[in-house]
């Protein structure tokens, strides 16, 4: 499952220089200057980067590298202390995680977010974008918000039914493994019907039996024309399914480049492995959350 | 012993209005804790600002019944906001700590020397109730049967009292029934994960802050009603804590769970306290005072609740496989 048999995507990439801060044919997503810092550490300092439309885009990097925070920074929920970002044309600067996520950049977590008390179609027909009902007044139109609600419950259930947990529907999100819990919030993303979908960690303490099943879904979503950007840990997904790799080390991008490229790096073996180390098979240990904070 | 006594009484205070005051006001903290996860311990600030509403309009200022309650409404939604917009943006247990300690300061303001002519300071004020009274459609006489018969004030008073608990808890049954409902529900469990949806949290915890903080308002006006007097030491911080336990009697994040809270809650009461002032007069228990009864009902209270909360966490409605879902 190279990244070099995938035509389209591949085709896309094709010309680009794997060097930090390449200009791509058509970026979705172009980041200039984004720095935050927490007291004395300056935890990202991205002078440029873009991600190109309809590709899967992997961003690694050693714990600490900043690679979680730029997803907060990038998606509303912490705010940069310089620098600007456009997504679609539209600066995101000063945007809370809502509006960001209503322009079409959803996001999942980490530590998976399941509404745990609410049922599992619950939780999917809550992402569903403009219902009438979400809003206080709207609430009490019940004729007028029934038709939509089947609408996005019909929706739901393709969706749940293509990350094979339909049958769950009616079950408290609660109750779901971690893997199924991972699989729910990609779906329930889904239902924003967004045009980048950022992953942060998805295989993160799921069932290795499930891996193969994630990694499936995501190479669907960029199939389905969708960009994807993804934070993970485990080379050989990265290198599996990524059609570019973007690497971080203490909040600067050090290099950037197909899976190939990326695998000959010297700067990349030396920053996630410290120089002078050759087990290159080597993962390194998850990260403890460290990154995020 | 006369346990048919003991049942009267229990039973007037369970049903009568200040059962239904309370039911009123733990429906907005339902709407607070139950369904959005607000900490909000200050709701006794609530029926405070909506209480004198009433009483400031009508005996200070001469307006007519109905303005003063639209002014403790309009009160109950500064509060709210006061509130809500430097806390809500914050880690839940912010919220918590503002709640307790601004209802609190409210107290102190209204009771305060400087604002003798207006609220009328320690000494509250009275007289503000005539209006209510006045609407009474019920002709003077004994209504109900034996030892279960209220006067046409009292029926009066609870047939306007329920039927605001009724129409609350219509009310939260159509919201928390709705897609509002849903967003609100997912941000009591993750507010980060509903706002990555792209849904405004803070809006939504503000419109609970002050869709609930207005059902305590009400319940507070209410109250000063039935009293037909105000004082603002009745506005202690021990009146949320009553709340907090009727809501968790009854089950938080039920409709109904408040108002049978509140039922149960003024039974249990009123009966400990019945049963106590009978052994005390009879001579059966000689070392407790009449004035001791008042204390010691409560720490029975206490207790029954405790067990209640050991055996039955999720309250006597709640839902004990939801109640669950996050400590297996």
Sequence with gaps: MSSDVNGAAADRMAGVEPVPGVAKPDPILVVDGVRRSFGGLTAVDVDHLEVQRGTITALIGPNGAGKSTLFNLLTGFDRVDAGEWHFDGTRLNGLGGHRVARRGMVRTFQLTKALTRLTVMENMLLAAPRQTGERMLGAFARPVWRAQEAANRERAEHLLERFKLLAKKDEMAGSLSGGQRKLLEMARALMVEPSMIMLDEPMAGVNPALVQSLLEHITALRDEGRTVLFVEHDMDVIMGISDWIVVLAEGKVIAEGRPSDIRADQRVIDAYLGAGHDDSEQEPPTDSGGSHE | ?328
């Design chain 2, 1 to 328: 012993m006369d346990i048919l006594q003991v049942l009267a009484d229990a039973t007037r205070s369970a049903i009568g209005p200040v059962a239904a005051v309370y039911a009123l006001a733990a429906i907005g903290l339902n709407m607070h804790f139950g369904y959005t996860g607000l900490l909000n311990f200050g709701q006794v600030g609530f029926m405070l600002v909506g209480g004198y509403g009433v009483a400031v309009s009508v005996s200070t200022f001469g307006l007519p019944l109905w303005a003063g309650i639209l002014v403790g409404i309009a009160c109950a939604v500064a509060l709210a906001l006061l509130l809500g917009v430097p806390t809500l943006r914050l880690r839940a247990d912010y919220l918590a700590i503002t709640t307790i300690a601004v209802a609190e300061v409210a107290r102190l303001v209204y009771r305060a020397e400087f604002l003798r002519d207006i609220t009328g300071g320690v000494y509250g004020l009275q007289g503000f109730a005539g209006g209510f009274y006045d609407l009474n459609p019920f002709p003077s006489g004994r209504y109900g049967f034996g030892w279960l018969a209220f006067n046409a004030r009292d029926l009066w008073m609870m047939t306007v009292a329920w039927g605001l608990v009724l129409l609350a808890s219509v009310l939260m049954w159509l919201l928390v029934h709705s897609p509002w409902g849903r967003v609100i529900k997912g941000i009591r469990e993750d507010e980060d994960a509903v706002r990555s949806l792209g849904k405004n949290v803070f809006v939504y915890k503000m419109q609970s802050l002050v869709l609930g903080g207005v059902f305590g308002a009400l319940a507070g006006a209410m109250l000063v009603v039935n009293q037909q007097t105000i004082t603002p030491d009745q506005f202690m911080p021990q009146v949320t804590f009553y709340l907090w336990a009727i809501l968790l009697l009854g089950g938080a994040g039920r409709t109904l769970g408040p108002v049978l809270g509140s039922v149960v809650m003024w039974f249990l009461l009123t009966a400990s306290d019945s049963v106590l002032r009978q052994l005390t007069s009879s001579g059966v228990i000689t070392f407790i005072t009449n004035s001791e009864i008042g204390g010691i009902r409560h720490a029975l209270v206490g207790v029954a609740l405790v067990v209640l909360i050991v055996f039955r966490p999720q309250g006597l409605i709640g839902n004990r496989k939801e109640m669950l879902v996050n400590v297996k």
